[in-house]
């Protein structure tokens, strides 16, 4: 397995499409003046840096990657990810802390190339950010302005995307989650940087006018994932015959979204910004979900199909931190950039298991 789509999904499409397109010598020539669009990933040996970065490079564009390989979970994951990546020639890799502005002159040589930044380095985990506090302002505050620093003195920046996360919607009850609603009310601290982030963001819009747009991912699930989320951690325990720890509450939910659909929706933000529409104005925040709400009780039903065992099950107390369900509002997504997500639950948890057994 190496990463690469389900067979058939529009990102594998899309992927193939490229591939026929290096046919002709004619097609080459604008090959080769694609590549010039150069673009800055930050966090890019982690699960949604990683897919986004092996779409882009498929698209021949060139991907600046950065990553400073924090061992907050297996780094044979993040290694895999980056050997994967590594295998593209117009990929060029820093090990880097983007929350030192110091350590971002690394790539001051690319400045004048530079069209997008698709910040992604972040600290994630909502309930680790209780276990320690300080690096979640560090990376995702500092981090934040860091690179909001080294953006406003790139002369042909085109947008800025950067991660944020539906955890800002916080103890908010209206459902769906729409990107005008309240967002004051963060239930950890990890959301609390999350709002940070973006607050900082809109300041820098204010002063500088950078061109930048928070994504407010939703439960990104999928091969090459990230093993502190549930469905990871329960995969591992179903597979051992440990105990799952589920959470109680008859409401506990989420809107679980596939990777190739948040690898569209990063593209589609992309090409938009690259045809620079006239009198476009992209949104100073978008939800990227499915559109779902699904019960975490029937995520534990999909895994155990696919894994062929039942689960044991603890069940413990919701911690504070944790949300009870989430909800997206896709609308803004599917009103500016035409896209909408594509991979239900049950086709992305049969995808992530079948890649899941081949690399364990
Ligand atoms: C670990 C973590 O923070 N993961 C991400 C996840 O949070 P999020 O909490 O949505 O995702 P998780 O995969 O951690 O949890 C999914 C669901 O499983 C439940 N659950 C979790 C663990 C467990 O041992 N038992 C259990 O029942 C949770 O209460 C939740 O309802 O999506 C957010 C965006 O939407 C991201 O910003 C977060 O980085």
Known sequence: MTGLPRKGSKYEIFIEGSARQRKSSREKQEVVKEISVTVVITGVAGFIGFHVAQALLAHHYRVIGVDNLVPYYDPTLKKGRLELLRRHKNFIFKEIDVSLAENVKAMDPYKKDVRFIIHLAAQPGVRYSMVNPYSYVTANVMGQLVMLEWARTLPGLLHFLYASSSSVYGLNTELPYEESNRVDQPASLYAATKR??????????????????????????????????????????????????????????????????????????????????????????????????????????????????????????????????TFASIKAMEDDYGWSPTVGLSEGIASFVSWYIYFY
């Not at 593209?267 to 006239?278: F, G, T, Y």
Request: aromatic share 12%.
């Open 196 to 325: 940070s982030a973006e607050l900082v963001s809109s300041s820098y819009y204010h002063i500088y006018g950078l061109p930048l747009t928070g994504l407010r991912f939703f439960t990104v699930y999928g091969p090459w994932g990230r093993p502190d989320m549930a469905y990871y951690m329960f995969a591992n325990c179903i597979r051992e015959g440990k105990p799952i720890t589920l959470y109680k509450g008859k409401n506990l939910s989420r809107d679980f979204t596939y990777i190739d659909d948040v690898v569209l929706a990063i593209l589609s933000i992309v090409k938009k910004s690259e045809e620079k529409p006239a009198g476009f104005q992209p949104r100073a925040i978008l939800n990227i979900g499915n559109h779902k709400r699904e019960a975490v009780t029937d995520l534990v039903h999909l895994l155990e199909t696919n894994l062929g065992k039942k689960a044991k099950i603890n069940y413990k107390d919701r911690p504070v931190a944790d949300m009870e369900y």
